[in-house]
């Protein structure tokens, strides 16, 4: 399985941008699956920002990004989705889609990117002030 992560870009304070991750392999059906996006700035750990169960009837996200960013996902596409709104330059960061491990354990561990198998080459959003 292979996850490509597109749309990132420089943008102004304020502006949107929209991230898309498709991800592809044989026998791979992207609906079973939970996916979650993060984040990692420089010199900073990788964090969570939103992650959505594999019907897509459910989402979380980060405190710092709760009411500006939305995530969905097209099983049709095998794609999924990060609007994101009202940017800042605290926004700034590579950001990352992955593939959650395990639907047993997803409400205690979505937010964990150490529950991710599967992860994007990444795309970079720089927000100027």
């Known amino acids: 399985v292979q996850l490509q992560a597109s749309g990132g870009g420089l943008v102004q304070s304020g502006g949107s941008l929209r991230l898309s991750c498709v991800a592809s392999?044989?026998?791979?059906?992207?609906?079973?699956?939970?996916m979650g996006w993060f984040r990692q700035a420089p010199g900073k750990e990788r964090e969570f920002v939103a992650a959505?169960?594999?019907?897509?009837?459910?989402?979380y996200y980060a405190d710092a990004v709760k009411g500006r960013f939305t995530v969905s996902r097209n099983n049709a596409r095998n794609t999924v989705f990060l609007q994101m709104n009202s940017l800042t330059p605290e926004d700034t960061a590579v950001y990352y889609c992955a593939i959650h491990k395990d639907n047993g354990i997803w409400y205690r561990t979505y937010h964990h990117r150490n529950f991710y198998g599967v992860w994007g080459q990444g795309t970079q959003v720089t927000v100027s002030s």
């Open positions: 959505i169960t594999w019907s897509g009837g459910s989402t």
């Open positions: 392999g044989p026998t791979f059906d992207f609906s079973d699956y939970g």
